[in-house]
């Protein structure tokens, strides 16, 4: 049996990860699952997978929670401290799937107890990735990419032959605007920028693969987790999202991983690793007159991936002060105090404007989180 804990249980990726632990719940054994605020849901999981920590960062909510829980034996805490400290309840493998900066911490946590570490919370290693990589390396933690794409070049990519790499190809649907001009995106409403095309996601997320900016994370997630510069890092749109990724050797071959877009699979490799188990979810139909394309993707009508790139050359705080100004302004353009095609904007005018240090520890990250953020939100106000 091995022991597992769940970050972000209630999300998409967590529930995902709830299924294909349900599928196989002769393997594994629940130490703890954490959410935000939906104590129903968190209440059930728990009961169902029969965890022994159920832990709701809204404080508020210790009561709901523990009365939702109060004829089992699960153990229930509250606050943000809380779920840090599961996350370093000692556990074989940990999720680590909060979505954004708010999962920082608790990423980081879970790496340093020297486990394995399932990533899904790219935007923590995007705020903190040499942090988080030199924390790997000094406690001895595995970190294994559930990002499809990164998931797809884990598999592929042979880490001794580095040097043989030509380069990696992230694919990306384009999604629900690909073929949408800047103009045409004025009055976008949330409702349908949050309905991608293939995946199914929470709605930050969604929101990302809508600018593309999820693909401009992502170029900074594998930059990091993959120790490549930039220059090595290449985007490909490929609408059906079979294809998750490709690495391409110096003699010409070009590997990859397919699958269904269905997340159970890129997590069920992760949760098994190095062992294969079954997946829940869906599978490719590969006799299903299955057709696969790419085209290259249009910078001036994505900004944001050009903008990743310069944000990984000037390294240092940069890449902190891109992820926090994006989620004010994803925030921002949910509850429609922004435009849809002004999420970029707000992003490349903080970067312009603010004075970003080189953070050396966890503390400086959240500082320049923190200005970056009191920015943002600045030029959310202007812009409306
Ligand atoms: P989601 O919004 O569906 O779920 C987020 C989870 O984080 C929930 O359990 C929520 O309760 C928890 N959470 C939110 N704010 C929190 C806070 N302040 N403190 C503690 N917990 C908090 O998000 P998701 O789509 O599951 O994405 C999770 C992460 O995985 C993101 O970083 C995303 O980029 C990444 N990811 C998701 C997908 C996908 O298919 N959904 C694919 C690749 C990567
Ligand atoms: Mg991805």
Redesign the pocket.
């Known amino acids: 049996m091995k022991t597992v804990t769940i ?10 990860t709830v299924d294909l632990i349900k599928g196989h719940c002769d393997k594994f054994k629940v130490r703890a699952l ?5 104590v129903a849901l968190l209440a059930r999981q728990a009961q169902e997978l029969q965890a022994e920590y159920a832990v709701i ?1 809204d404080k508020d909510l210790y009561g709901n929670l523990k009365e939702a829980l109060k004829n089992t034996t699960v153990k229930v805490e509250a606050g ?1 401290p809380a ?1 840090v400290t599961a996350a370093g309840l000692p556990a074989q493998w940990v999720m680590a ?4 900066a ?2 920082v911490e ?1 990423t980081f946590r879970a790496i340093q107890q020297g486990t394995t570490v399932a990533l ?5 290693l995007v705020c903190a990735g040499a942090l988080m990589i030199d924390a790997a390396q000094k406690y001895g933690t595995t970190l294994l990419p ?3 794409e990164h998931n797809a070049i884990f598999q592929v990519l042979n880490p001794a032959r580095m040097d043989q790499v030509k380069r990696i190809i992230l694919t990306a649907s384009g999604g629900p605007f690909l073929r949408k001009t800047r103009q045409e995106l004025a009055d976008v409403t949330p409702e349908q920028a949050v309905r991608h095309p293939t ?8 929101i ?1 693969s809508a600018t593309m900016m ?1 693909k401009s ?1 992502e170029i900074i997630e594998a930059s990091y987790l993959f120790k490549l510069k930039s220059e090595k890092i290449d985007v490909l749109i490929h609408p059906q999202s079979i294809v998750h990724s490709m690495v391409e050797y110096i003699d010409g071959s070009v590997l990859s991983q397919m699958g269904a877009p269905d ?1 159970r699979t890129p997590i069920a490799h992760a949760l098994a690793w190095p062992e294969r188990i079954a997946t829940t979810g869906s599978t490719l139909n590969l006799s299903n007159n299955l057709h696969l394309s790419f085209e290259p993707i249009d910078l001036t009508r994505f900004p944001s991936v050009q903008m990743a790139r310069q944000v990984l050359q000037a390294e240092g705080g940069a890449p902190a002060v891109f992820n926090a100004s994006n989620e004010v302004a994803v925030a921002a353009f949910l509850t429609r105090k922004l435009k849809f095609f002004h999420i970029e904007n707000v992003v490349e005018k903080v970067l312009q404007n603010m004075k970003i240090n080189s953070p050396s520890n966890l503390h400086d990250v959240f500082s320049l989180d923190q200005e970056a953020r009191r920015q943002a939100e600045g030029v959310v106000a202007g812009m409306g």
């Open positions: 970050l972000g249980s209630t999300g998409s990726i967590g529930c995902s954490t959410a935000h605020k939906n960062a943000h779920v799937a909060i979505v954004g708010a999962g608790a899904a919370n790219k935007e923590a559930v990002d499809s995946w199914s996601m929470g709605a930050k997320i969604s990302d999820n994370l997340m």
